[in-house]
């Protein structure tokens, strides 16, 4: 089943911090319409695409230095080695059937120290767990942290140990996207009063992670 209309747009400007300014070749798998990316486009650098719906792809290559229409895993061999400083994932990881051995793959397209920076949604983010604790459902939607095509469901704990065991050392693993929601937010708050603050992960969408090649 194809992907939200929506996910091909966005511009995602909370997670522009978290791409190094110096930075001068950079890859985004899924980049969609390359409305992120090309916020990052300036004299110097150089910024790739790579993105399944071909309408998206087109409308990417207008912006970028070059878009291959495609999977990660179809046209990964297309990709040099060694190649770039930041590789960008933003809510793609969680669409790959075995995300380990792509993780393993683009490492070696990226240079010594290179980086992934990733957004990735977080299972336990108020809204699913409440909806699984209470109206005990796992129902799957068009789009959100139950997206009919996700393969794979992550929190920031199984984030941080996918980067370790593919090679890399995490060094930000950051919640973002908030909620803000008049029922979820109170939920989440008792909940955590109850113990101790020790869930304060479940207050955000998705986790932010930089991970450095080892």
Known sequence: ??????????????MLPFIPTTATKILEVGCGQANFSSQLVKEGNEIWGIELNPNAAKVASEKLYK?????????????????????????????????KEVLEQLKTKMVVNGLIVSSIPNVRYSKNLFKLLFKKDWKYTESGILDNTHFRFFTKKSIKRMFTETGFEVEKCKGINRTESFLYFPFAILFNIILLFSQVDMFFMQFATVARKK
């Open 1 to 14: 089943m194809s992907q939200h209309i929506s996910y091909f747009k966005h511009y995602r400007k909370e």
């Open 67 to 99: 878009v291959l229409t495609g999977t990660i895993e179809e046209r990964i061999s297309e990709i040099p080695d060694n190649y770039f400083d930041v590789i960008i994932m933003n809510d793609v990881i969680e669409h790959l059937i075995y995300p």
